[in-house]
């Protein structure tokens, strides 16, 4: 006697001991097939054994919970219109290889929300990781952008006129900035678009995990978006005090000349006060005072720094 075709009906079955037992597992190509507890046409199902997250990895135990829909690809019609599936799905546990029968009845609603989520966000899981990844693009540019910050201070002869006290403060002040600004662009971008960790949810312990951690994703979005704003401003006060330190802590700098002599000899130094008239006083960098008379002086000009 053939068998009255079901009727569609998008529902929950209704699920006997037993009544997935026949069901097989290829775990090469990931999927399970068997006869949908409701038509009793064969349907398969493409196992989800993992999941895009923003966290690390969690750890194994026992077999996981699968939302499965009817996918017999026969008709089921709905009054006037036809499907491809009777509309019905269940709850069934994958066990390990080697496990008889590999696939046993879920029954209750326990994993429910985990299942569903996991079935929901599998099919996004490469848009998410390219999505996340073509945003951090523009987080790397910008921790190379700090770079540029430290070049507000450090400069060449950025320190020339200082005191030891004044050029540790300046880096000091240079070192903290630069260190809150990496971990402000690196919260900020964390906060926004997480760091994609790939899940194994082949266990219910790791479907518990990875579901809980999308629950705390909001909480965590917030802490680091508090925490790249409190470091953000770490990194501005930070870089005005180098400023600050590079305008108010040097010392006066001193007059530097350069003498070129009637026999078209150099002298570069420190112009010191005169003893004797028509005579120059200079003090080399080296600390050597040379007393050269003003007649064999041909040409004398200011320069901010003598030659090494």
Known sequence: ??????????????????????????????????????????????????????????????????????????????????????????????????????????????????????????????????????????????LLGLFGLSGIAIGKDATSGLGAVATGLLAGFVVLAFLAGVSAVVRSYLAAYGWPKQFDVTTTDGQRTWFARRLTNTGNAVDNLREAVGLALVCVVALAGAVGVLWFGGSAPTPQVSLVRTDDSKVCGELLDSRDAGTLRVRRPGGAVEQIPAADVSKLTGVTKCPG
Request: proline share 5%; glycine share 8%; hydrophobic share 35%.
């Open 1 to 142: 006697m053939t068998q009255p075709i079901t009727a569609y009906r998008y529902e929950r079955a209704e699920l006997t001991p037993g009544v997935l037992a026949d069901w097989t597992v290829d775990d090469n190509a990931g999927t399970a097939t068997g006869a949908c507890p409701e038509c009793r046409d064969t349907t398969t199902h493409e196992l989800i054994s993992t999941a895009i997250a923003h966290s690390v990895a969690p750890s194994e135990q026992t077999a996981a919970v699968q939302l499965v829909h009817c996918r017999c690809e026969q008709t089921h019609d709905e009054g006037q219109t036809a499907h491809r599936n009777c509309g019905r799905w269940w709850l069934m546990r994958v066990r390990p290889e080697g496990v008889v029968p590999r696939v046993v009845e879920e029954f209750g609603d326990t994993h429910l929300a985990v299942a569903q989520a996991l079935a929901d966000a599998h099919p996004d899981d490469e848009k998410t990781v390219r999505g996340a990844a073509e945003k951090w693009v523009g987080g790397v540019t910008a």
